[in-house]
């Protein structure tokens, strides 16, 4: 699975459970919100300031 801006957090945690570590050390602690598992990687990095091109280095090693 290539993971993309907009790839929702819960598809995913789905198919990729071990990826949750790098949302974890980036900041994002709200994985288990229901709210979270719809919003993409893009919207969950703005709201917690994080660099989105970033973390979607490190998702897609």
Partial sequence: MK??????IG???????E????LLEAGM???GCPASQEETI????MVHGID???I??????
Wanted: with cysteine; proline share 3%.
């Fill in 3 to 8: 993971i993309e801006k907009t790839t929702k």
């Fill in 11 to 17: 598809e995913l945690l789905e198919e990729n459970p």
């Fill in 19 to 22: 990826k949750a570590d790098i």
């Fill in 29 to 31: 602690h709200c994985l």
């Fill in 42 to 45: 893009e919207e969950a990095c």
């Fill in 52 to 54: 989105v091109d970033e």
């Fill in 56 to 61: 979607l280095e490190k998702l897609n090693r």
